[in-house]
């Protein structure tokens, strides 16, 4: 893939890349649940204890599009483009999610990494798109903070950017926080921007970036690709729970079923199933929307990416099968910019030690709860290989980053293995 024509040329729909512009440099679970740890050996990744939710379940917005709510790679890139991707049998993109918290000038550090890695890609390498995980911007997905904490942010990053939504992208204002926008609809931030139905209308007009709005057909939506399928659920506005309800989970098992087999499957969600993080525990429900999904319809994905957490952590699920088993990557990447980072649960006064087996089927395999970061995934035929890179945050001055994590999960094989 060129980077020139990815840097600086239009899109299909005349959607356009950002040019350059100076230099910024408890409920029903499912296995695996390592819910009891009595003598506190095992790191706890689900909490014990149901917490009310801050706000209640917030309507979902109109589809723009016709379902089953699919956005094809097409509609992002030119079709040379895509052939390129198709015959080389090679895809790249970037992950994370939290980012856009203006408190703090934390986002705008990983958005120099990502466009630094971006920028260093060679010809064969240079990320097709940067899957946003969630929480956009930071407190309630405000309309007039997409300018200064998306658009300004990403100014410089050549890259197109698709997302699913977090619980702030559609948190309705807080009256803890100040007066309350009566005006104000769920998601609205995120509706005008990534589910515009124009893709070439200029996302900010204040700012820089040249960045176009994206023309996403749904809340949750799957993405399409020559290498591998995304399928992305919303699951609300809960600081704790994944909230789906049945039209969401009916549609969630309709798109496992049609996933192409001889494709990477990965299934992004907001609210994380597995995390050992202080603040954000995993998600029971989530877990439950998942596994449950996967037993039901006898598909499970290779890759599951989430958000939420303020940190990188990642698990390895072993799941059986009818013939055998899977081994299913599930990672969270939440340290893109949330100005704050959040730390593991400590075992005997200590951080704990990875890897570290959980269960027979559940195993912490890395972690990062010091740095910001991203990753970096290549998806070809056979494998998906997963790059998480981060830097140890400093104001005015060029991220130094480095590869924390490494990791190929084998399409065929359905194994995970952790590289040097």
Not at 168 to 181: F, R
Request: with cysteine.
């Amino acid at each position: 893939m060129s980077r020139h024509a990815l840097a600086h040329g239009r899109q299909a729909s005349h959607r356009r890349h950002p040019a350059k512009h100076g230099h910024h440099t408890p409920f029903k679970t499912t296995e695996p649940n390592p819910k009891s740890h009595a003598n506190g050996s095992k790191l706890p990744v689900q909490s014990h204890t149901f917490v009310d939710p801050h706000f209640p379940f917030q309507p979902l917005p109109t589809p723009t599009g016709q379902a089953p709510f699919r956005f094809d790679l097409s509609q992002l890139l030119h079709a040379d483009e895509v052939a390129k991707i198709t015959a080389a049998g090679k895809m790249v993109f970037h992950s994370v999610g939290d980012t856009g918290d203006e408190r703090g000038k934390e986002m705008d550090f990983v958005a120099a990494m990502l466009t630094n890695d971006y920028d260093s890609s060679p010809a064969d390498g240079v990320p097709a798109f940067f899957y946003h995980l969630g929480d956009v911007v930071y407190f309630a997905g405000d309309i007039d903070m997409y300018g200064e904490n998306f658009y300004e942010t990403y100014a410089e990053y050549p890259g197109l950017i698709v997302a699913i939504a977090g619980n702030h992208d559609c948190q309705p204002d807080d009256p803890q926080d100040g007066p309350v926008d009566p005006k104000k609809v769920p998601l609205d931030g995120w509706v005008q921007n990534f589910m515009s139905t124009d893709p070439t209308k200029l996302g900010s007009l204040k700012t820089n970036s040249n960045r176009t709005q994206m023309n996403l057909p749904n809340v949750y939506w799957t993405f399409t690709t020559p290498l591998a399928t995304i399928i992305g659920l919303f699951s609300n506005v809960s600081e704790t729970e994944a909230e789906i309800h049945q039209d969401q989970i009916d549609w969630f098992r309709g798109e496992l079923a049609a996933a192409d087999p001889a494709k990477a499957l990965i299934v992004t969600i907001h609210h994380p199933p597995y995390s050992g993080d202080t603040e954000h525990a995993g998600s029971t429900k989530a877990e439950e929307y998942l596994f449950d999904s996967f037993a039901a319809t006898n598909v499970y994905p290779h890759l599951i990416l989430s958000g939420h957490v303020h940190n990188y952590q990642r698990f390895t699920v072993r799941q059986p099968l009818q013939n055998g088993s899977a081994a299913i990557a599930c990672v969270v990447a939440g340290n893109g910019g949330y100005s704050k980072l959040s730390t593991l649960e400590k075992l005997h006064g200590e951080a704990p030690t990875a890897p570290m087996t959980l269960t027979d089927t559940l195993t912490l395999n890395q972690y990062d709860q010091t740095n910001y970061g991203f990753l970096r995934f290549e998806v070809t035929k056979q494998a998906i290989l997963g790059i998480y890179s981060s830097a140890p945050y400093a104001e005015t001055e060029v991220p130094q980053t480095s590869v924390v994590d490494r990791f190929t999960i084998d399409l065929v094989s359905r194994t995970v293995t952790t590289l040097s």
